[in-house]
């Protein structure tokens, strides 16, 4: 009920917009098409976007928020393609339709590629849209724009990352939700700024090892040394083998493409003489035969799942793959389709137990069932997957601890709740667990946007093992293995981890754009982590790379992929 209640007066102030619209010469808006195209937005625009003060929504998109009647590319801190930025569009009605029907046509090259083939669903989106934009010209935004705010006091600033810094986050003393206000603060990429270096520890020097890639991303080590990296935008997967001397790719060939968002990626079974390399795509896994050497696919692919989930389309959109040690079971993992489920529909506490007892403690349904989990296959049967974990926003990284066969995720977690809230993670994973998404965070913590509406699952929630500076978008973690090889790191990183950080969007300090070392005791996650490669940030708005993924060459060398820049990077270590 008091959802309902909030939306009619939500409703009441945009038809209240609509009317001044209507006054000043627009033609009046049908108000039942503004809350279908909220609807609609809210399924296919939301994840990226943000169009109302508060509405949850966004991501690494431009804020919609009172883009009707303005020019094309028009804000000034967001990183638009140049071909959005040449367009000289003007977003009124007509165009709006145009661009949304097929954007990739009406401006190549935007990096703007959801198009809404059914004209009723445009016309809906653009009315809300337009009405939106006029009521937000009433009430103040919320979402303020990047400014050179002074971060909080003993707040996360990347002027001090240095190689070796330590960081902890204390989970008992975290701010209180919208402590600070949430900040739109996308940052520009610009090519790497004369005399602006990547730092790593004293010992260790640093390397291009391979560029020109199309914003490389996840990264798999073959047995003989050949790594594998997703091309996930471009649907390849490439193959980078290592010159005799391990600094550079000798060669970059193509090992499969046609593909629909390659990111995991895994050779099965484990050890010399895999026979298959398994690829995780948006919504679906294949697995393509490989003998050791092999540098293209030597046939079409074989369907292992035929659908992750329903509603693939929306959300999060990266997959990744683990298999248990014993070979018997795959992890995938799926993100959310949402930032906190917003357009999930309500359950009573009676209802959402009822679904628990049937797919696990704390799973989402509707638009968010067999999302924000890992789920589990039987290797070799054709059976439908099973929650394993459910609670994690978005898994993008999952990978098996070797000392202990642990499996363990990183994860993005949610936005707009100010500066330094939610801290992102990476955390072992157990069978069963729930880690909080969507009504609660780092345990106890309940989400003040859904509150009251699981005081079941209070005190339920796992506190996940490492948490990370908040909005540092945490994507892989890799663990340090390698005990020989000639730029083999010393011994004490051995068992430790590398996760990446893709950098921040929603903080007014950035945060981010680095790789740290996760520190292990006996192979136990000591909750402290270390800047570990750094520099790519050049000011709160502009950075010269993205790193995403992380591999351990054969020759010891940490190998990190950054989709802005193209290129993987090499960290060796010399003695
Ligand atoms: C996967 C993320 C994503 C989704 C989903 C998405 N967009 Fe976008 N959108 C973008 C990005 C990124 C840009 C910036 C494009 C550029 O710079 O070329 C953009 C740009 C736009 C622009 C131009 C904004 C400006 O400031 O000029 C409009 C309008 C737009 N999107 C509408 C929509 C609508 C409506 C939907 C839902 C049907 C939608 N988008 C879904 C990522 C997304």
Redesign the pocket.
């Known amino acids: 009920m008091r959802m309902h209640g909030a939306r009619i007066i939500r409703r009441s102030w945009i038809l209240a917009a609509a009317g001044t619209l209507a006054q000043m010469g627009f033609a009046p808006v049908w108000s039942a098409s503004i809350d279908a195209g909220r609807a609609a937005?809210r399924q296919?625009?939301a994840?990226?976007?943000s169009a109302e003060a508060n509405d949850g929504g966004g991501?690494?998109?431009?804020n919609?928020l009172g883009?009707f009647g303005?020019r094309?590319?028009?804000?000034a801190n967001?990183p638009?393609?140049k071909?959005?930025l040449a367009s000289g569009l003007t977003?009124d009605a007509a165009t709006?339709d145009r661009?949304?029907s097929a954007p990739a046509a009406v401006?190549p090259g935007?990096?703007?590629r959801?198009a809404?083939p059914e004209q009723d669903t445009r016309a809906s989106?653009i009315a809300y849209?337009q009405a939106t934009g006029a009521a937000s010209a009433a009430v103040n935004a919320s979402v303020s724009v990047a400014s050179a705010r002074k971060p909080k006091k003993g707040s996360e600033d990347w002027r001090q990352d240095a190689p070796g810094r330590m960081h902890r986050i204390d989970v008992a003393n975290l701010p209180p939700p919208f402590d600070s206000p949430s900040t739109a603060n996308r940052s520009r990429i610009l090519p790497r700024p004369p005399g602006a270096k990547l730092r790593v520890p004293a010992g260790f020097a640093i390397n291009i090892f391979a560029s020109d890639l199309q914003a490389p991303r996840n990264m798999r080590v073959a047995p003989n040394g050949d790594i594998f990296v997703a091309e996930t935008a471009a649907g390849r997967i490439r193959v980078m083998r290592p010159s005799a001397d391990g600094a550079k790719a000798q060669t970059v060939t193509i090992f499969a493409q046609g593909l629909t968002g390659p990111f995991g990626m895994q050779f099965y079974p484990a050890g010399d003489t895999p026979q298959w390399l398994y690829i995780a795509e948006n919504n679906r896994v294949v697995r393509y035969a490989y003998t050791v050497g092999d540098i293209r696919a030597a046939g079409a692919p074989e369907i292992i799942v035929k659908e992750l989930v329903p509603n693939s389309r929306f959300g999060h959109s990266t997959r990744d793959i683990a298999f248990s040690p014993d070979g018997r079971r795959m992890f995938v993992s799926v993100g959310s389709a949402s930032n906190v489920a917003e357009n999930m529909a309500k359950k009573s506490v009676a209802e959402a137990k009822a679904w628990e007892a049937e797919h696990g403690l704390g799973a989402t349904w509707d638009t968010e069932a067999h999302r924000a989990d890992v789920l589990v296959f039987d290797v070799g049967s054709d059976g439908p997957g099973k929650v394993f974990a459910s609670g994690i926003r978005n898994c993008v990284g999952l990978t098996i601890q070797p000392q202990t066969g642990d499996l363990w995720c990183t994860t993005n977690e949610r936005d707009l709740l100010g500066d330094d809230l939610v801290p992102d993670y990476s955390t072992r994973v157990k069978a069963g667990g729930y880690y909080g998404w969507p009504w609660y965070y780092m345990g106890n913590h309940e989400d003040p946007r859904l509150k009251g509406e699981r005081p079941d699952l209070a005190g339920k929630a796992t506190v996940p093992d490492v948490p990370y500076t908040a909005h540092s978008a945490a994507l892989t973690l890799v663990f340090y293995n390698a005990t020989s090889g000639r730029s083999a790191f010393p011994k004490e990183y051995v068992g430790d981890g590398f996760a990446v950080m893709h950098g921040s969007w929603n903080r007014a300090i950035r945060t981010g754009y680095k790789v740290v070392r996760v520190r292990m005791k006996n192979g136990v996650p000591t909750g402290e982590y270390d800047d570990f490669m750094v520099g790519f940030i050049i000011s709160d708005a502009a950075v010269w790379g993205r790193p995403v993924g992380s591999a351990v060459a054969n020759d010891g060398s940490l190998l990190i992929s950054d989709d802005a820049g193209n290129r993987v990077y090499r960290i060796s270590y010399h003695r």
């Open positions: 937005f296919q625009c994840l990226c976007h991501g690494d998109a431009p919609l883009v303005r094309a590319a028009g804000l967001y638009y393609s071909a959005l977003w709006l661009f949304l401006v935007s990096f703007m959801v809404v989106i849209l």
